[in-house]
C-alpha cells in the first residue's frame, strides 16, 4: 500500500475525540489602544479582532477532520455560557459533530484566551484561561459516562485527551477511564490512544501516547527510573509512542525500542498542536494499515507540516502527500 491509497482510505475512519474539548480565542490587541481605565487607572488591552478555534481534544478533532476520517465527533462537557456557543459553531464549521458534549450551568467551558500583538504578531500578554477546579458535578460525570457506553461502538479509533493540568475539574473523571481502559481491553479491534499532560501512567490496555516530559515524569512515578520499556509493561500490552519534537519519536513494543527520526524542516513556526496532530495521523494511519512503525511515521510527518503554521494548525490530505512521497515508502 502505498502513501496515496494509505491517505485515500482515511475517508473510511470513525472517529471519536473523548475529554477536554476547549476552545481557543486568538485575540489580535491593539497596542496604541492601551489608553488608562479612567474608573481603574489601570490600562486596558485593546482587543481589535478575535478567531474563534477548538482547542485540546478539539484540536486533535480538527486534525482529524483536517486529514479527511469519514466521521468525527467529540464527547466532553462545557458550561451553558457563550464560550460554549463559539464552541459548538468553531466545531460545527469543521463538519465535527458535538452533540454528545454535556452542557450543564454547574461548569464553565473550558476556555484559553491568548492575546496577540497586533503590530508583531506575538503572543506577549499573560493567558487568560477558563478553567474548572472541581470535580464534575455527578449528573455531568453520568452523562458522560452514558453517552460514551452508548455510542463507542459505532467508532473505530478513540481519541483520548486528558489535557486538564488540574487535579480535579477534567473530563476523564477516573470511572470514565476505567469505563475506557475496559473498552480497550474488551474490544482489541478498536484503536484507543490515550494522551494525557499529567496522568499517563493511570491508563491501561491502550496506546499511550505522551510526549518525552510527560513519559519521563509517568516512569519517575511508576517505577523511579527513565525506562520506557518498563513504562510499557506496567501499565499494558500496547504499544507505548513517546513524541521528542524535532527527534521525531520513540516506539516502545514488546520487541523493544525504535527510533523514528523527524523528516528535516526548517525552524518551526509554531509548535502549539503538534502533539495533536502527530495523534491524528497515527490513529488514522494505524487504522488503515495496521502497522504501527508507519503510523508512528505518518504521524512525525503531520506534525511537521503543522508546526510550519501559526497557531494549532492542522495538514490537508494533499500536503501530507507531498510531503509523505519525498520520504522512503515504509508502509
Partial sequence: MNWSEIIDRFSASRVLVV???????WCRYDPAEADISRETGIARIGVIGTEMTPG???????????????????LGAIGQDG?????????GERRIDYHLLVASPRI????YTKLINDATGVEDKPRVDHINTRTLPDEVEDQLIANFHSTYRDFDIILISDQAETDHGGVVSPALREMICDVAERHPEK???ADSRNRIEQFRNVIAKPNGQEADRACRKVIGV??????????????????????GAT???EKGETQIPAPPTEQPIDTCG???????GLALALHVTGDIEAAVRLGVLVSGITIMKKGTGTASPAEVLEKAESLPQSA
Fill in 108 to 111: 464553565q467551558t473550558f476556555t
Fill in 274 to 280: 503538534a502533539g495533536d496532530s502527530f495523534a491524528a
Fill in 191 to 193: 484503536i484507543v490512544i
Fill in 19 to 25: 475529554g477536554d474539548i476547549c476552545l481557543d480565542r
Fill in 56 to 74: 485540546a481534544g478539539g484540536t486533535v478533532a480538527s486534525n482529524v477532520a483536517a486529514l479527511g476520517a469519514g466521521r468525527i465527533a467529540v
Fill in 226 to 247: 527513565i525506562d520506557y520499556v518498563r513504562l510499557r509493561k506496567a501499565i499494558g500490552s500496547r504499544p507505548l509512542v513517546v513524541t521528542r519534537g524535532a527527534e
Fill in 83 to 91: 464560550f460554549a456557543f463559539e464552541l459548538e459553531r468553531a466545531l
Fill in 251 to 253: 516506539l516502545v513494543t
